[in-house]
Structures are given as C-alpha cells and as structure tokens.
C-alpha cells in the first residue's frame, strides 16, 4: 500500500459510505480481538446544524440532524489501552461504535489495520463516485448566459 | 456485531428509566427504601443514582474525589465546585466538612437547591434510626440510615430551615436508596444495635 | 444513490424524546415532587402535536414510560375521544413493550386531561395531567417574575381577595374548575381544569399526581399522603358540584345507575336532558358488576 494515508478528519465519513455490513463484520471481529470497552456511553440525540449565509455572512440554525457518538477502549498492542471514537450523523448507536473501533484501530496500527484501511478507500472511491455523478447533474443545470445573450438580440428585431 | 461492546448496565437508557422510577418513588415515599440491584448490574447505588440523572447539561460536586475518572467520562457532568453543584457526591460515615456549603436554591428557584447523594452502608435495617413524618408520608414512619454521620442530619435541619430553599438527600449503600426530601421532617432516635 | 444499504428501519428511539431530554425531565421530576406544589421549569421539546393538545403532559409520560408500563389516557374521562385515542396510539408507536388499557385498575400511568378517575388510585400508580395554565396567580398577577416571588413566600394574599370579591359579588366563589388548591400549606396550584368534584381526591392520595404544562414550560408535583386544600372561607366552606334535580334528589348516571359519581349532562334531541358518568371505564365496570334491570330514565 503505497498511497499515503488520508487524513483522520476524512475517516469518519469514508467508513460510513462503505459498504454497512463488512463494516460491522469487521468492526465486530476487531472488537473481540482487541478487547473492546466503551469509554463514556454511546449517545445518539440531535444536533444543531449552523450554517453561515452567504449574503450578510450571519450565522443561522438550518435545522436538527442526528448525531451519534461513540468512544473506545482497545488494548494495544504493548498491553496499554488505545482510543478510538466517532462522531456520525446516524442515530444507530452500534454502527457509531463499529466506526470508533475501525478507527482506534487504523490510528494506532493495530493487528486488522490493513483491513481497515481497504474499507476506508473503498468508502473514499464511493464518495467520489457519487461526487462525480453529482457534478454531471450539476453541470447539466448550468446555463450558459452568453447564449442568451444572442437570442435577446434575436428579439430587438 | 459489536457485541463485544457492552455499555456497563447504569449507563444503558432502559437501566436508567427503571432506577430513574425506584428513585421518582423514593423522593415520593421518604422513608421507603428501594433495592436497585435488578438494575445496577454491580455498581454501586449511588453511582447508579447519578448516571440515571446526570449528564453533560448538569454539575456536580465530587469533595471527597470518590468518581473515578472512567466514572467522569461516562457520567459527562462538569466538574464543579461544592457551592455552584446541582449534584452533590460524598461519603456519609464521617461528618459532612464544615466547609461544605451546598446551593440552597432562592426563594423563587428552589429547584436549584442541590440534590446530595451520600453513600452510606447498612441503609433501612442498621445504624442511626429516625422518625419520619411529612409529605409523602402517611403519619409517620422510620428509617435505619446505617453507617451515616448524624452531623449530616444536623446540616440538613440548618440547610432545610427556610422552606422552599434547602437541599435534597439521596441516601445510598451498596445496592439500596432512600430519599430524604427537604420537605421531611426528621427525628433522631437512637441507634439500631 | 445511498452507498450502504439501510442498516435497519429508521425508527423512534424508546419513547421519541432522546435520553438528554428525558433525563432533563426526570431531574425536573424529582425537584417538583421534592417541592409539592413548585412549578420547575424545563426546557419543552416540539412534540409531534400541537401546544395545547397535552405536551407538557406526554413528555411527562414518555420519561416515565418502561416497556413494564402500562399506560391508560383519558380526556374529560373518556378512553375514546380522538385526543385520548391519539396520545395513547402515539404511546404504543414509540414505546414498544408498553402494553395500553382502558381499565384504571390495569394501568401503572394514567395520563389525563381535566379529570381523575372516580375509582381511588393506588401507591403503584401515578396520575399525569395535560395542563394549559400551570399558575393559580395568573388572575392576580400578570408578571410572572412578580408571581414566582409571591409562590416562594407563600403570599397569596391577592388571591384571597379576589374569592372575597366574588363571594361579595355573586355570593359564591364562582370558580367552576381550574380550583386554586394549597399544597403541603405553602404552594397553590392550579390543578388544571378538573372539576371541583375532583380536587378532594388531591388530598392525601395514596397515588403520585404529575403536572406537566408544555406550553409554559412548567413541571409540578402532588405526593401521595400531601395535604391538598382548596382555597376556602371558614363560613364559606369549598362545595364540590351538585346533582340533585329540583326536588333534592341525587341524580343517577343513566347509563349505570351510580349516584356517586361525577355526571355530564347530555341533551337529547328533543331537548331532554340526560346523565351519564364522566369517568367512562367506572361507568362500564359499575353497569357490569350491577346488571340489573334499570331501564334508566332516571333523569326529569
């Protein structure tokens, strides 16, 4: 594996666009493994989502979105316990908790690392998948303003 | 599945709803002493009591540092001092610290008059006996408080002395809790042998 | 377009409010039943009806709700009027487990809008009422920092004026529900719009009464063995409704002849007037254990 690593802050969200069940399935073996505990309780409420506007800068609450968290304990490998956490916009308390055990393991190179990471650029190649599928869709809604330009001349006639 | 991942019993949302009813019955029925082994799954009561009511939107008070701090990750409150702690943690065998002055609330927020859980052993059947009378009680009843200090029963009648404000007990041992709301009255009446 | 497959239904969490919330309630809870009588406030969370159709009163109930519970909703003593029909389907949607009656002898919380069952309730059971105004001052006192100083001190001497002046002007203390009662001898409360009839059954229960008002944000409490007096004169002593018709009689419900219940008046088409029981379950039970031949016309 030659790529560098992509940055922590990228992990949550490419774990969450792979595939569900290898996550949890992998997620779960791991857990066993490295003996997995709970460092606070996985918690799932809802969030504020502030957004800034883009006219007079202010800020504004757009609205509530899920928000679960979760926090893990694994025992590293020279006996010493290792964290890993996950903060999702889900409401299902167990997947946050898969995705906290992925990522203690991933960050601190745990035996199953390798693993870990396949999902991780699996979910990354998903993103960008639907990123590109996104742009086409945008792209087919541009109007191109010169155009119109020449038929308003057609008009003046 | 992660079922490995088990979230200790205290902390897990059905646990809570039922300690959270033992205790809503205890502050109802002061004097009445409610077992919550079913629920704790081994902790302590006390620390039971605090997961079912505390998280990240409450203080709470630990003079004595009983919490350990894996108890401080899970139960999420911010650390505080005595004087500002909507919840108050402390070990009832010796005689509360002359300094230990809990919020009393105000005349129009007694609400925010603190709730003072005391961990305590022996609680309902040993130890220092009182007389209960008040509301939620129907003429009067008594209660053992095993291990705890009678100089906290003398520290409630001065907190508890101006109706609305005063403070809330919850009295605890290993598995069993008690409430002693400010609106009890109590009287000491020797000990259980 | 969604990479992952849908990992299981979307579903409410047990008992719709999240834990924070439900916490927040259950500490405001205690307070309120540490303070007979106290209005603590808490932060209301939009429920999925409107203000005013019992929040206050559901979100008391969904902290209290386990899967252990089972849980009766009655609206003026009805089990089947929409409101009543709707909070208690709404109950068996989010809180799975909770089995829903009828029966006030089956139910472990009942959650009620202006009245309380005829039949007492036991120490296992706890009474929620959907409260629209949680402050007996509010006819006396429009500010409301003004009133929570006059509840902290007890002082409702403004409110004893105000039953003078109706005792002066009209020769009886005209109010007909929404009773000011004391509780414990310092708060007064507003027991929400009960009928007088019920406000004794406030004193000394052996139940836990619960107030939740959604729209004001206020939570309060009647324990169970708390005196409960209705504001009253000594020469002018608290009456509860009265059902006699014109020649002294106590009238009887039609439905099942009990003559010691609360009665709604209901008019026929022909303009006569009929009574029943307003507490429908006592009503039911009271006409099967009684099954007699009543052919119940009793009303003039």
Known sequence: MT???????????????????????????????????????????????????????????????????????????????????????????????????????????????????????????????????????????????????EAGDDNRA | M??????????????????????????????????????????PAALAVLAALCDSEVSLADPQRLLTGGDWDFLECRQSPVAQARFIFVDGTTAPAADLEPALGALTTPEQGATIVIRVSGLGTTGQKVR??????????????????????DQRAVWCRFFPLGVDLVVCDESRVAALPRTTRVTQMGMHR | MRARRRRKPASYGFGFLDENAKKELRRALLKAVAIPGHQVPYASREMPIARGFGTGGLQVTLALLGDDDTVKVIDQGSDVSVNAANLRKFFALVCPGVQETTRTTEATVIQTRHRIPEQRLRDDQILVFQVPYPDA?????????????????????????????????????????????????????????????????????????????????????????????????????????????????????????????FLDELLGADGTKAYQCSDIDHCTQTAKAEPCERSSKSAA
């Open chain 1, 3 to 149: 790529t560098p690593i992509p940055p922590r802050s990228l992990w949550m969200r490419a774990f969450a666009a792979a595939e569900s069940d290898r996550v949890l399935a992998l997620a779960g073996r791991l857990a066993i493994e490295h003996g997995a505990t709970h460092r606070s309780a996985p918690r799932a409420g809802l969030a504020l989502l502030r957004l800034r506007e883009s006219v007079m800068l202010d800020t504004f609450y757009l609205g509530e979105i899920p928000v679960t968290t979760a926090r893990v304990a694994l025992l590293g490998r020279d006996g010493l316990h290792v964290e890993g956490g996950a903060v999702v916009m889900d409401d299902d308390v167990e997947f946050a908790a898969a995705l906290a055990v992925l990522d203690g393991v991933l960050a601190h190179g745990l035996a199953g690392a390798a693993e870990a990471r396949e999902l991780l650029d699996e979910g990354l190649a998903q993103i960008e998948r639907v990123a590109n599928v996104r742009a086409a869709m945008l792209s087919r809604t541009k109007v191109d303003f010169s155009l119109m330009a």
């Open chain 2, 2 to 43: 992660t079922t490995a991942l088990d979230v200790p019993a205290i902390y897990r949302p059905k646990h809570q709803q039922r300690l959270f009813r033992q205790l809503l019955d205890c502050m109802a029925r002061p004097g009445s002493v409610a077992d919550l082994a079913a629920w704790t799954g081994g902790a």
């Open chain 2, 132 to 153: 209960l009378s008040g509301p939620g009680i129907a003429a009067q009843c008594e209660l053992g408080l095993g291990t705890l200090h009678p100089g906290w029963l």
């Open chain 3, 137 to 261: 001052l509010v006819v006396v006192e429009p500010n409301a920092a003004k009133r929570r100083e006059m509840h902290g001190a007890a002082n409702y001497a403004r409110l004893w004026t105000k039953l003078y002046e109706d005792m002066v002007a009209f020769d009886e203390i005209t109010i007909s529900h929404r009773y000011p009662t004391r509780i414990a001898r310092h708060y007064v409360i507003d027991p929400s719009p009960i009928p007088r009839w019920d406000v004794p059954k406030l004193h000394m229960a052996d139940c836990l009464y619960l107030f939740g008002a959604g729209r004001e944000k206020r939570i309060y409490a009647v324990p169970p063995h708390t005196p409960a007096e209705p504001l009253s004169f000594s020469d002018v002593p608290f009456r509860v409704e009265d059902f006699n018709d014109e020649h002294g009689h106590r009238r009887a419900c039609a439905h099942c002849g009990a003559t010691d219940t």
